[in-house]
């Protein structure tokens, strides 16, 4: 089946650990995208990488890194330096060229104690 | 930085009855697209138009788009209880961009 998965779906950490969140896609997208949910609230973007080797912030980076070391794959890693990090984790990818809808991952809730 | 903006923030209706759900937003697109969330997972991709229609049908799904008034307009007929999630709206970032912002969603309940 092709799509876009993240794992795991629950993840629980201690103040001040990083945490790094995985993201798969099989569809051959070169576009990936890392955005963060907050509770009745919309999607805000983190990270997207148009090309491997390349990605560039979103509107709330800060406290977060990511990588783009092959085309399949763009994990998250959520730094001690993040004020906020409980949330809702959500992954994405689009091709570039064609359309531009974006598949979404089932995402990651995120919960730091 | 959001630019669509999702009217009403909640809605709940009767199994069968029609929901509209609308979307305003601020500069100018080349399309915009409608998604679906269920509680707890990630988004859907329902429909996208273009800047260059008025509307489109997919299904029990019609949308309209308004560019002099920046508006949108997603119509479910006949609604279902598995109709019941929320619907975001996105638009480009830019001319040709393929980064999208979305709305704060319309959480949608159908009652059985």
Redesign the interface.
Known sequence: DGGITQSPKYLFRKEGQNVTLSCEQNLNHDAMYWYRQDPGQGLRLIYYSQIVNDFQKGDIAEGYSVSREKKESFPLTVTSAQKNPTAFYLCASSPVGGSYEQYFGPGTRLTVT | ??QGEEDPQALSIQEGENATMNCSYKTSIN?L?W?RQNS??????LI?IRSNEREKHSGRLRVTLDTSKKSSSLLITASRAADTASY?C?T?VGAGS????????TKLSVIP
Do not use: E
Not at chain 2, 98 to 105: A, D, E, I, P, S
């Open positions: 930085s959001q399309n697209q998604y707890g997972r990630g988004l859907v991709h996208l975001f996105a480009p393929y980064q999208l912002t979305f709305g704060k969603g």
